[in-house]
């Protein structure tokens, strides 16, 4: 009996792993507010900044991610104050950043130093993706136009094309039901045996 506790608490433990780093990336619609938070040690501020598509290479502000920041220029970052109990807490508007869909990179940084001077400072990164929100259309790509005869044709039938389908980002809850349902499954079926 002991042998068969032992494996299902490595199989909890393995699966908790693997679902550990899936549960610290962020998933959200353009125009929604992502609250970021985390704890700080090694100081009193934390300065923020994001990278992805469209933005500048080293990376933006979070209220304006097309304003690039500047290693050595505080102002330049988005600050954050890290409380009397080393945690700090961000609100950020993605609607009002003007981002489209897409995978973001927020760094979290203990000096004011852009992507390119990180190495010797404390950071952390928090994985943001921006998806496209339920039932947003796809514009289908332009029909290519169809020629012209020069002269009457006898009995053609014209073909039906059926019209594109919409495709939508699936909901993040989602993910996070179905990785719940497979860990049950798992722990009845072991604990079954």
Request: hydrophobic content about 40%; proline content about 12%.
């Amino acid at each position: 009996m002991p042998d068969r506790t032992l494996l299902f608490a490595g199989v909890l433990l393995l699966i908790a792993l693997v679902i550990a780093p899936a549960a610290s990336a962020v998933t959200v619609y353009p125009g929604s507010e992502v609250t970021l938070a985390g704890t700080s040690t090694g100081s009193d501020t934390v300065y923020l900044f994001v990278t992805g598509p469209n933005l500048p290479t080293n990376g933006g502000r979070l209220e304006d991610p097309d304003t690039p920041v500047r290693s050595g220029d505080p102002a330049s970052f988005t600050i954050v104050t890290v409380g009397a109990d080393d945690r700090w807490t961000y609100r950020w508007r993605t609607g009002e950043a003007g981002l489209d869909p897409g995978a973001y990179t927020v760094y979290v940084v203990e000096a004011p130093v852009d992507r390119s001077s990180l190495s010797g400072h404390g950071y952390t990164t928090i994985p943001v993706t921006l998806g496209t929100p339920p039932g947003t259309p796809v514009t289908p790509p332009a029909a290519a136009p169809t020629p012209m005869p020069t002269e009457p044709e006898t009995a053609t039938v014209p073909t039906a094309t059926s019209p594109a389908t919409p495709t939508t980002a699936a909901a993040p809850a989602a993910a996070v039901l179905t990785t719940a349902g497979a860990v049950l499954v798992a722990a009845l079926l072991l604990s079954r045996r």
